[in-house]
């Protein structure tokens, strides 16, 4: 079943070289889109587990995850309407150098940087105090 005709006894298809294309694969690779940056499925499992602590604790009540070329991000609003509070980002460039993960607080500075996500959230763990009476 195709769109073409069938051919005769002795008859043969002839192919139209003009039309041929030679395609560098290196300039088709570096031509095409990258793919964005992505959570992994246990990274999301790790930073949604702080993430519902906090609600619960009131803290946080809205979140927005965003994939770009260079990295993923994961923000944490107070409100939908205002500036993130915490953005926990995944910038695999800086992986074999200070880390790939890092916590960065509403004014830009970097609460926490390493190579291991779990690690990197312990920001969010709250310190137990000593209450005396």
């Given at each position: 079943m195709t769109d073409q005709?069938?051919?005769?006894h002795g008859?043969?298809?002839?192919?139209?070289?003009?039309s041929s294309v030679v395609v560098d694969l290196r300039e088709y690779k570096q031509s095409k889109d990258p793919l964005p940056v992505t959570f992994h499925r246990r990274e999301l499992d790790a930073?949604?587990?702080?993430?519902?602590?906090?609600?619960?604790?009131?803290e946080w009540r809205d979140y927005a995850i965003d994939h770009?070329?260079?990295?993923?991000?994961?923000?944490?609003?107070k409100r939908a309407g205002e500036?993130?509070?915490?953005?926990?980002?995944k910038n695999?460039?800086?992986?074999?150098?200070?880390?790939?993960?890092?916590?960065i607080n509403i004014n830009g500075m970097i609460l926490k940087r390493g190579h291991d996500l779990n690690q990197v959230l312990k920001v969010f763990d709250k310190q137990l105090k000593l209450v005396e009476k």
């Open positions: 005709p069938e051919l005769r008859e043969s298809r002839s192919v139209d070289t003009t930073i949604l587990w702080i993430y519902g602590r906090m609600v619960g604790e009131g770009l070329r260079e990295k993923a991000v994961f923000s944490v609003f500036l993130p509070l915490f953005r926990i980002e695999p460039k800086q992986g074999a150098k200070q880390g790939a993960f890092s916590v």
